[in-house]
């Protein structure tokens, strides 16, 4: 079975500070791919990355980095300089050899105060 | 172009009617899927159609479940005598292609929001 854990159900920081957002992961498969999801106030997910599992890189674009470490099955997900647009709720999800369709974590509400 | 796009947007429906969900993905995505996202449940899994191959219907919550797609493009998800607890609202995805595991980025429609009285 597969299973990706959010932690955090909200948090709330004021603009410009930077935010972490966590999601753990278990699978026993080798092969596997790691999602970030955007679910703004209008509702539709809105994709931010994709990993695989082989490639433990990490990655940065613009504001956003994410940080992959198999070690501790973790794939946190960094938003520095926050802004008030930032403000939705994010998913971790996870595509194994277990289900054809992606697993996701429960989300993480992020709010951005002004 | 043009997104996923789910109809209706809205659905209220009395416990016990029927109703169905459209879903018309991308053009060219041969991937489509279903999801559910409730408060209670987060986002599940419901069904996935490759091209037009018969789906797995094991992520379906119940029987009253049903899915199909027509000429590999557009999905229709019908719920027979709906219960209180199949408010939630359905989305629909799809991508260019699928696999276990899957790399393809998923592009989610908006939602039909359904509403059981």
């Known amino acids: 079975a597969q299973k990706v854990t959010q932690a955090q159900t909200e948090i709330s920081v004021v603009e410009k500070e930077d935010v972490t957002l966590d999601c753990v992961y278990e699978?026993?498969?080798?092969?596997?791919?790691l999602f970030w999801y955007k679910q703004p106030p209008s509702g539709e997910l809105v994709f931010l990355i994709r990993r695989n599992s082989f490639d433990e890189q990490n990655e940065i674009s613009g504001r956003y980095s994410w940080n992959f470490q198999k070690s501790t099955s973790s794939f946190n997900f960094t938003i520095t300089a926050s802004q008030v647009v930032d403000s939705a709720v994010y998913f971790c999800a996870l595509s194994g050899r277990g289900a054809d369709g992606l697993t996701f974590g429960k989300g993480t509400h992020l709010i951005i105060q002004p | 172009g043009a997104g996923v796009s789910q109809s209706p947007s809205n659905k209220v429906t009395e416990k016990g009617k029927d109703v169905e969900l459209r879903c018309d993905p991308i053009s060219g995505h041969t991937a489509l899927y279903w999801y559910r996202q409730s408060l209670g449940q987060g986002l599940e899994f419901l069904i996935y159609f490759q091209g037009n191959s018969a789906p797995d219907k094991s992520g379906l919550p119940s029987d009253r479940f049903s899915a199909e797609r027509t000429g590999g493009s557009v999905s229709t998800l019908t719920i027979q005598r709906t219960q209180q607890e199949d408010s939630a609202v359905y989305l629909c995805?799809?991508?260019f292609g699928s696999g276990r595991p899957s790399g393809y980025e998923q592009y989610f429609g908006p939602g039909t929001r359904l509403t059981v009285t």
């Open positions: 699978t026993r498969d080798t092969t596997y791919y």
């Open positions: 995805a799809s991508s």
